[in-house]
Protein backbone atom coordinates (compact mmCIF):
# COMPACT_ATOMS: atom_id res chain seq x y z
CA UNK A 1 0.00 0.00 0.00
CA UNK A 2 1.09 3.67 -0.88
CA UNK A 3 -0.19 6.94 0.58
CA UNK A 4 0.53 10.02 -1.28
CA UNK A 5 0.60 13.26 0.14
CA UNK A 6 0.58 16.85 -1.76
CA UNK A 7 2.13 19.97 -0.85
CA UNK A 8 3.82 22.98 -2.61
CA UNK A 9 0.07 24.41 -4.39
CA UNK A 10 -0.61 28.06 -3.68
CA UNK A 11 -1.65 31.24 -5.30
CA UNK A 12 1.47 33.08 -8.37
CA UNK A 13 0.86 35.53 -10.58
CA UNK A 14 1.50 34.47 -13.97
CA UNK A 15 5.09 34.16 -15.02
CA UNK A 16 5.94 32.49 -11.87
CA UNK A 17 7.03 29.62 -10.65
CA UNK A 18 5.68 26.68 -8.28
CA UNK A 19 7.39 23.75 -6.51
CA UNK A 20 4.96 21.03 -6.02
CA UNK A 21 5.72 17.86 -3.75
CA UNK A 22 4.49 14.08 -3.78
CA UNK A 23 5.39 12.20 -0.61
CA UNK A 24 5.14 8.56 -0.93
CA UNK A 25 4.71 6.38 2.35
CA UNK A 26 4.76 2.77 1.99
CA UNK A 27 7.54 0.71 -0.09
CA UNK A 28 7.70 2.25 -3.46
CA UNK A 29 8.53 -0.31 -6.10
CA UNK A 30 11.50 -0.08 -8.76
CA UNK A 31 8.97 -0.44 -11.46
CA UNK A 32 6.53 2.14 -10.44
CA UNK A 33 5.61 5.10 -12.29
CA UNK A 34 4.85 8.59 -10.78
CA UNK A 35 2.05 11.04 -12.79
CA UNK A 36 0.83 14.24 -12.03
CA UNK A 37 -2.53 15.08 -13.29
CA UNK A 38 -4.61 18.46 -12.82
CA UNK A 39 -8.44 18.91 -12.65
CA UNK A 40 -10.57 22.21 -12.92
CA UNK A 41 -14.18 22.18 -11.95
CA UNK A 42 -16.43 20.96 -14.85
CA UNK A 43 -13.65 19.21 -16.79
CA UNK A 44 -12.04 15.76 -16.40
CA UNK A 45 -9.25 14.94 -14.92
CA UNK A 46 -5.60 16.22 -17.54
CA UNK A 47 -2.75 14.11 -17.87
CA UNK A 48 0.20 15.88 -16.90
CA UNK A 49 3.26 14.23 -16.89
CA UNK A 50 4.74 11.33 -15.66
CA UNK A 51 8.25 9.85 -14.94
CA UNK A 52 9.72 5.94 -14.58
CA UNK A 53 10.87 5.50 -10.49
CA UNK A 54 13.93 3.47 -12.00
CA UNK A 55 15.52 5.14 -14.79
CA UNK A 56 13.75 8.74 -14.41
CA UNK A 57 12.75 8.43 -18.00
CA UNK A 58 9.72 11.29 -18.31
CA UNK A 59 6.76 12.26 -20.55
CA UNK A 60 5.10 15.37 -20.81
CA UNK A 61 1.82 16.57 -22.48
CA UNK A 62 2.44 19.56 -24.79
CA UNK A 63 1.29 22.35 -23.14
CA UNK A 64 3.50 21.97 -20.36
CA UNK A 65 6.49 20.75 -22.27
CA UNK A 66 9.76 23.64 -21.90
CA UNK A 67 7.83 24.83 -18.57
CA UNK A 68 7.42 22.00 -16.29
CA UNK A 69 10.09 19.87 -15.09
CA UNK A 70 9.24 16.25 -13.28
CA UNK A 71 11.15 14.43 -10.90
CA UNK A 72 11.91 12.12 -7.63
CA UNK A 73 14.37 11.40 -5.52
CA UNK A 74 14.53 7.62 -4.57
CA UNK A 75 16.32 8.00 -1.11
CA UNK A 76 13.37 10.05 -0.13
CA UNK A 77 10.01 8.88 -1.86
CA UNK A 78 9.59 12.14 -2.79
CA UNK A 79 8.29 13.39 -6.75
CA UNK A 80 8.46 16.89 -7.62
CA UNK A 81 6.69 18.75 -10.46
CA UNK A 82 8.95 21.97 -11.18
CA UNK A 83 6.37 24.42 -12.49
CA UNK A 84 8.17 27.67 -14.33
CA UNK A 85 6.11 30.67 -16.80
CA UNK A 86 2.43 29.43 -15.07
CA UNK A 87 -0.25 31.18 -17.53
CA UNK A 88 -3.87 31.21 -15.63
CA UNK A 89 -4.71 28.30 -17.75
CA UNK A 90 -2.78 26.25 -15.38
CA UNK A 91 -5.11 26.75 -13.21
CA UNK A 92 -6.68 23.34 -11.44
CA UNK A 93 -6.44 20.94 -8.10
CA UNK A 94 -3.16 18.74 -8.97
CA UNK A 95 -2.88 15.45 -8.20
CA UNK A 96 -0.02 12.82 -7.89
CA UNK A 97 -0.51 9.50 -8.35
CA UNK A 98 1.11 6.28 -8.85
CA UNK A 99 0.93 2.99 -10.79
CA UNK A 100 2.96 -0.26 -12.05
CA UNK A 101 4.78 0.26 -15.28
CA UNK A 102 2.67 -1.47 -17.82
CA UNK A 103 -0.35 -1.20 -16.00
CA UNK A 104 -3.62 0.69 -17.60
CA UNK A 105 -4.59 2.86 -14.14
CA UNK A 106 -2.91 4.49 -11.54
CA UNK A 107 -3.70 3.10 -8.27
CA UNK A 108 -2.70 5.55 -5.60
CA UNK A 109 -3.70 8.73 -5.81
CA UNK A 110 -3.15 11.68 -3.96
CA UNK A 111 -5.36 14.21 -1.84
CA UNK A 112 -4.56 16.90 -4.26
CA UNK A 113 -3.28 20.55 -4.16
CA UNK A 114 -4.59 23.61 -5.47
CA UNK A 115 -2.79 25.69 -7.96
CA UNK A 116 -4.31 29.50 -8.55
CA UNK A 117 -2.59 31.13 -11.15
CA UNK A 118 -3.55 34.94 -11.64
CA UNK A 119 -3.13 37.35 -14.36
Known amino acids: QVQLVESGGGLVQAGGSLRLSCAAS????????MGWFRQTPGKEREFVAH????????YYVDSVKGRFTISRDNAKNTGYLQMNSLKPEDTAVYYC????????????WGQGTQVTVSS
Open 97 to 108: AFRVAGAAEYGY
Open 26 to 33: GRVFSNYV
Open 51 to 58: IRWNSGRT
